[in-house]
T-cell receptor, first 116, second 109 residues
């Protein structure tokens, strides 16, 4: 139980394009989903928290117009990196909590983004 | 601002050794302390600790929390090369997780 998937696992794109990353909870209803970013040899940094049907709460320093988060259903959240630039290249990880796991966050496998 | 500090940042041992990883925290409205193992992908959940002094065990891994001194340890006995990974601890305050920098553990054959 408590499986979270992400798609795609890898994406390479040109500077200026937008990239959408999906996060799905496969066997439970995720009332809350979280998006993290991890740079090499660093820990996970929370970008934003989203609850189904409401606007995401962004951490300080994270541009909400650049990182668009949609949590349209209890099993799906999307992160869109708009007009991506090389400095946005990173490992993006989502997590989800809810169902029997309560507040425990279960992580997706992550998406590696490389912007050329 | 919530803060989680792990030590050591890096550790190299031989198979069969026992290791202890440390995690201290300063968190407003602390709820729980979690340990994760991260290999090349996203973190996998190991333990959640909410009460002081109660050891949680899973095979060769065990962990304990001290809410008075604000720290937790993760022990791994009889280490194997497959234990090589980054071990992350994180504190929860409400639904929010704050991660430490992680300890890079390398187990050599």
């Amino acid at each position: 139980g408590a499986v979270v998937s992400q798609h795609p696992s890898w994406v390479i794109c040109k500077s200026g394009t937008s990239v959408k990353i999906e996060c799905r909870s496969l066997d439970f209803q995720a009332t809350t989903m979280f998006w993290y970013r991890q740079f090499p040899k660093q820990s996970l940094m929370l970008m934003a928290t989203s609850n189904e049907g409401s606007k995401a709460t962004y951490e300080q320093g994270v541009e909400k117009d650049k990182f668009l988060i949609n949590h349209a259903s209890l099993t799906l959240s999307t992160l869109t990196v708009t007009s991506a630039h090389p400095e946005d290249s990173s490992f993006y990880i989502c997590s989800a909590s809810g169902g029997e796991g309560g507040e425990t966050q279960y992580f997706g496998p992550g998406t590696r983004l490389l912007v050329l | 601002e919530d803060k989680v500090v792990q030590s050591p940042l890096s550790l190299v041992v031989h198979e069969g050794d026992t290791v202890t990883l440390n995690c201290s925290y300063e968190v407003t409205n602390f709820r729980s302390l979690l340990w994760y193992k991260q290999e090349k992908k996203a973190p996998t959940f190991l333990f959640m600790l909410t009460s002081s002094g109660i050891e949680k065990k899973s095979g060769r891994l065990s962990s304990i929390l001290d809410k008075k001194e604000l720290f937790s340890i993760l022990n791994i006995t009889a280490t194997q090369t497959g234990d090589s990974a980054v071990y992350l601890c994180a504190s929860t305050s409400g639904s929010r997780l704050t991660f430490g920098e992680g300890t890079q553990l390398t187990v050599n054959p």
